[in-house]
């Protein structure tokens, strides 16, 4: 008999999961509430700018292994692209002073201890002062473990973990906190060099790995709102969806990989991330100058990260609960001027498109983080994927894959067992 998994949720981590055990020759189904894959992470054309951009600026590390990973094995680890050795250009509006932090190409953190590859006006000393976050219990808040003030922390600390945590970084948790640093600063340039999908998130992340479930023969339905789950004694029996209503079998599995509000309805008792964040992107239809780098730190302005596409520049503003209900052109010129001076370009506001993600990412501080459930249930067959659970890391695509990983294996060894 075919093994049989039961995939809800075409997000990251679903479609993580999915591959994982199509790979290991499972028949699988996926089930998808709305009437496209990808969750937040997925492009769209975009009338406004007349060009395709994704709904929001996703930035990957050459150290996010399973995001990288995952992207190999539906065969478009290509598409991930960036600059061959690990560099970060910042600018500071408030001053117009411009730098680049170098973190080399190795394995260790070497580059701290030359001063032209570092922050300017940093010394080592300044660097040592972050130890404490890189083992903090995930119960601390980052600001009661390190000092947030000072160059180092405004020039590179706090734009790290704005776009970490998607909280202001005094009140998140040091543990998460620790968790990005360890995997990013501590374990040098081999894994900061900073890859973008420059073809568009759904190029490389989603409709691939569509393609290789189809191939594999997988099925994928769209509009499949799951509505109720159907148990019998310790197991998922039964997948209502409205009218339709598919059977699970005893040897079966089921992964849920929905967002968290849907899943605390479709599992009364489920503990789940309760306070939300907002980002807001934006996105300029106007060409990049040439030489301008592919991503670039923004300090003192309302834009945190500059990206560069082909015909297009695109920011990203964490934390933006402040923004939500500001009138979109007010907002889309205060972020065009801060482009402008960025970027070092002019020019009349350009065709333009605003993104406000209202419930981005879940508040990543130590009550929030405390809320979040592991892939195990209380059901012997069901399992959970997502962002939103317990990764060790906030919500990014690094954690959705592995979320969908973890859920994949404990799939296999229940099989096994």
């Known amino acids: 008999m075919p093994k049989t998994v039961h995939i809800v949720g075409a997000g990251i981590s679903g479609l993580a999961a999915a591959v994982r055990l199509a790979n290991a020759n499972f028949q699988v189904h996926v089930h ?27 930035l990957l590390l050459s150290g996010n292994h399973h995001a990288v990973a995952y992207a190999r094995s539906i065969g478009t680890e290509a598409g991930l ?17 411009r730098w680049q932090i170098d973190l080399g190409d190795g394995r260790l953190p070497l580059w701290v201890f030359d001063e032209a590859r570092r922050v300017p006006d940093t010394n080592l000393l300044d660097y040592f002062a972050l130890m404490p976050l890189v083992w903090a219990a995930r119960g601390k808040r980052v600001g009661d473990t390190i000092p947030c003030q000072g160059t180092l922390y405004q020039r590179l600390v706090q734009p ?64 499949h709102e799951l509505r109720e789950f159907g148990i019998a004694a310790a197991n998922v ?11 699970v079998g005893p040897d079966d599995a089921v992964v849920m990989a929905v967002p968290p509000r849907p899943a605390a309805s479709l599992l009364p008792g489920l503990n789940t991330p309760s306070k939300f964040r907002a980002i807001v992107n934006a996105h300029f239809r106007f060409d990049p100058p040439a030489g301008m780098p592919s991503i670039l730190g923004v300090v003192g302005g309302l834009v945190e990260w500059l990206f560069a596409f082909p015909q297009r520049l695109s ?5 933006a609960d402040r923004l939500v209900e500001m009138p979109r052109e007010e907002l889309a010129q205060a972020i065009w001027r801060d482009i402008c001076r960025a970027a070092g370009v002019q020019g009349e506001l350009p065709p333009w ?44 695509i690094e954690g959705s894959v592995r979320s969908g990983n973890r859920a994949a294996d404990l799939v296999l060894a229940m099989r096994r067992a």
């Open 160 to 223: 790290l973990l704005l776009a970490a945590l998607n909280v202001d970084p005094p009140e998140g948790s040091a543990g998460l906190a620790g968790a990005v640093v360890r995997e990013t600063l501590l374990a040098g340039g081999k894994a900061c060099r900073p890859l973008i999908a420059r073809d568009g998130l759904s190029a490389v992340l989603v409709e691939p790995a569509i393609q290789l479930l189809r191939a594999k023969g997988a099925s994928i339905k769209f509009g």
């Open 315 to 319: 920011v990203t503003i964490s934390s």
């Open 81 to 97: 692209v960036g600059p061959k050795r690990a560099q970060f250009p910042f600018v500071d509006l408030t001053t117009g002073q």
């Open 353 to 396: 498109q605003i993104v406000r993600e209202r419930r981005a990412t879940f508040e990543a501080t130590p009550e929030q983080d405390a809320l979040r459930p592991g892939a195990l249930t209380r059901w012997k067959n069901l399992f959970l994927a997502g962002d939103w659970t317990d990764t060790g890391l906030p919500a990014t």
């Open 237 to 247: 029996s039964e997948l209502r969806f409205g009218d339709d209503i598919v059977a």
């Open 32 to 58: 998808e509430a709305t009437q496209q894959a990808g969750g937040r992470c997925r492009s769209y054309f975009d009338a406004a700018t007349n060009l395709t951009i994704d709904n929001g600026n996703h």
